[in-house]
Every structure is written in structure tokens, then in C-alpha cells.
């Protein structure tokens, strides 16, 4: 957890009012020493005492306009056949339309015009069940 940015603005102060060295201000704020050099060298090189967003994982090396357009020019296309022409997982283009506000469209297993297969009965194949499909005549 972080610390809050209270405790940071009164770090620079403390460093600013006295002439304590960096383990006493440590010892002061029962924080490690690391955390106060890491503090005040940000305060001295950005003038702000926030910390940093925390991330999870790497950056995408995807630029959001290339997904925008992929997905306007297929638009029917399933997450997978986005993926493959990305070539990235399912789950991130899931990620990336969730992260651009789009819908998540995801077209049926066959077109309504085509010809539906029905199961003929389970079978063993290899060793292992198997369900044989075939076209309704």
C-alpha cells in the first residue's frame, strides 16, 4: 500500500525546515531510507511529491488507432480472427475493446443460411468419445 501524499508533502517539509540527515527523517517517519531518497529525488526533479501510477504488467506495444481501424474494417470478425491479424490473444483484443468503449460483437458458429449438422450418436475414435456430425438433407 502507498504512502498518502500528506505524508510525502510533510517529508519535503521536514527535509526543507531542518537540518536532519536523511536516516534521522527515516527514523522520523518509521519509513526506510530507500523510500526517502526515492521521495526527494523525485521532488527535486519534478517539483511533485505524488507517487507514480502503478501498473500492471508491460505497456501494449499496440497503438490504440491501428485496433480502432482493424475493428471498423472487420467488423464481424470474432476476437480470435482480430487476434490472429494483431497477433495477439483473444483476451487482449477483449481488453482492448473494453478499454475503447466498443461492443464486444461475436457472430454465430454458422451463417443462417447454411446447412445445420446434426449428431448421429456418440462413437469411440482413438480411444477416446466422439460425436459424429452430419448435413441434414
Known amino acids: 500500500m502507498q504512502y498518502s501524499n500528506d505524508r510525502r508533502r510533510k517529508l519535503v517539509e521536514a527535509c526543507n525546515a531542518g ?39 508491460p505497456r501494449s506495444h499496440l497503438p490504440p488507432a491501428r485496433v480502432e481501424n482493424l475493428i471498423q474494417k472487420y467488423s464481424d470478425a470474432t476476437l480470435g480472427e482480430l487476434g490472429r491479424r494483431l497477433r495477439v490473444g483473444a483476451s ?24 445445420p449438422l446434426v449428431c448421429s450418436g456418440c462413437v469411440r475414435v482413438g480411444g477416446r468419445s466422439g460425436v459424429i456430425w452430419t448435413r441434414i438433407n
Open 92 to 115: 487482449t483484443v477483449g481488453r482492448w475493446l473494453r478499454q475503447l468503449g466498443l461492443p464486444r460483437q461475436e457472430r454465430r458458429c454458422m451463417p443462417a443460411n447454411a446447412t
Open 19 to 57: 537540518p536532519e540527515t536523511q536516516p534521522e527523517l527515516a527514523d522520523l517517519f518509521g519509513v526506510s531510507l530507500g523510500w526517502i531518497e526515492k521521495g526527494l529525488r523525485r521532488w527535486r526533479e519534478t517539483g511533485d511529491t505524488a507517487a507514480l501510477v502503478f501498473r500492471h504488467g
